[in-house]
């Protein structure tokens, strides 16, 4: 792994490579087009740098395996595609009530069911709601090779901080796209570890809930602090604690906390030419790159258009999102899906005066930056 060198990387090895710069140092998979490349780098490279990397049977033992590891206090990430990431649900859900750090890329391939490895973004709503309950996730789409990288970096410290799943939402594009990208040194990478405790043994708690930011302590199993890995309501030791509604609620508002009083450190929004803009297209991942060559065309010909660019997707700042926006008279959102993120936009326009269009390519293909430039211009003089 060339570190602090120019080199020409394809989207899923620089994501590799931002693993292991962000110090995950227990990978586990199975294979699966277009993800397939992140677990073949890291078999190579993890080993060097005192990383374990194993196949496991299915989708569902590899990321209950990187739990395990999480739990044992080495960060931990899988990758699979929208297929696997089905079979993953419940682990996910144990990761989100047991607030395991964990990072989950999803290269996204064209789906339902198995469906075919053509490139896609309509496993955005199974990234927020694919396991069941209110759960805190947090989803980050990177757009370029280079971003690859740092977002993989980015998800693990973000998975670390908060002690939530975190998926990287990649697509067959990007992941296997090749540009030119400088890697960072080692040392130059930022790196955040989980919060661990400072208190004796007989005093931990590994729930406990009403901490200053809503983020426990996370002991490593094997260091003497005791506390329960539990999937089920639990009390702040982790025993199971069914049929009392208050302490289910204050529970389900801790998780919720996490995410909600750190909008504005886990948002990351990209603004372009949105200062005078009274056409907005809000648009995420690969498609935010037609998105950007669509804006440039439009303003070439007169019109006030800008782009803001999703990095992080889930959580959705509705209210963050609504004052960008302000009072746009079109709204523009380019997908590969029917229209995922369209609906957490008309949210965030409600009671504005825009007008939110869809463009939408569910045939594998990418969307183009005419196909957005026709409809920022449709209907106008």
């Known amino acids: 792994m060339n570190f602090g060198q120019r080199q020409l990387m394809m989207g899923n090895e620089a994501c590799a490579a931002g693993a292991i710069a962000a110090g995950v140092r227990y990978f586990a998979a199975y294979p699966i087009t277009p993800a397939t490349e992140i677990g073949e780098v890291l078999s190579r490279e993890l080993p060097a740098y005192?990383?374990?990397f194993i196949q496991m049977e299915d989708e569902m033992g590899a990321l209950g395996s990187c739990l395990g590891a999480s739990a044992a206090g080495v960060k931990a990430m899988t990758a699979s595609s929208g297929p696997g990431i089905t079979l993953m649900q419940e682990n996910v859900g144990?990761?989100?009530?047991?607030?395991?750090p964990?990072?989950?890329?999803?290269?996204?391939?064209?789906?339902?069911?198995?469906?075919?490895?053509?490139?896609?973004?309509?496993?955005?709503?199974?990234?927020?709601?694919?396991?069941?309950?209110?759960?805190?996730?947090?989803?980050?789409?990177p757009s370029s090779v280079k971003e690859c990288f740092d977002?993989?970096?980015?998800?693990?410290?973000?998975?670390?901080?908060?002690?939530?799943?975190?998926?990287?939402?990649?697509?067959?594009?990007?992941?296997?796209m090749r540009e030119v990208v400088t890697l960072p040194r080692l040392e130059d990478v930022r790196l955040v570890d989980r919060p661990r405790p400072t208190c004796r043994p007989d005093e931990y708690h590994g729930y406990e809930f009403r901490t200053p930011d809503e983020v426990p302590p996370m002991?490593?199993?094997?260091?003497?602090?005791?506390?329960?890995?539990?999937?089920?309501?639990?009390?702040?030791?982790?025993?199971?604690?069914?049929?009392k509604p208050a302490e289910l609620a204050a529970l389900l508002q801790h998780l919720d906390a996490k995410l909600s009083w750190h909008l504005d450190a886990i948002v990351d929004l990209e603004e372009l030419l949105l200062d005078d803009a009274d056409i907005v297209v809000v648009a995420y991942g690969t498609t935010a790159r037609a998105a950007r060559d669509a804006v440039?065309?439009?303003?070439?010909?007169?019109?006030?258009?800008?782009?803001?660019?999703?990095?992080?997707?889930?959580?959705?700042?509705?209210?963050?999102?609504?004052?960008?926006?302000?009072?746009?008279?079109?709204?523009?959102?380019?997908?590969?899906?029917?229209?995922?993120?369209?609906?957490?936009?008309?949210?965030?326009?409600?009671?504005?005066?825009?007008?939110?269009?869809?463009?939408?390519?569910?045939?594998g293909c990418a969307v183009t930056p005419q196909e957005i430039l026709d409809t920022i211009e449709r209907g106008l003089g």
Do not use: C
């Open 94 to 100: 144990l990761a989100a009530m047991a607030e395991i």
């Open 151 to 176: 977002l993989t970096v980015r998800a693990v410290n973000l998975s670390e901080r908060y002690r939530v799943p975190v998926y990287l939402l990649s697509d067959a594009q990007v992941g296997h």
């Open 50 to 52: 005192g990383g374990k």
């Open 296 to 363: 440039v065309m439009a303003r070439a010909r007169g019109r006030r258009a800008g782009l803001l660019r999703l990095v992080t997707v889930w959580p959705f700042d509705t209210a963050r999102v609504g004052r960008i926006i302000g009072d746009a008279r079109r709204v523009v959102v380019p997908e590969m899906n029917l229209g995922q993120i369209h609906g957490e936009v008309v949210k965030a326009t409600k009671d504005r005066r825009a007008q939110v269009l869809k463009v939408n390519r569910v045939d």
């Open 219 to 243: 002991a490593d199993f094997g260091t003497g602090y005791h506390y329960i890995v539990q999937y089920s309501v639990h009390d702040r030791d982790g025993f199971p604690n069914p049929g």
């Open 102 to 141: 964990v990072v989950i890329v999803n290269v996204q391939r064209a789906g339902p069911g198995t469906g075919t490895i053509d490139q896609t973004q309509a496993d955005v709503m199974q990234a927020r709601w694919g396991t069941n309950g209110d759960h805190p996730v947090i989803a980050l789409a």
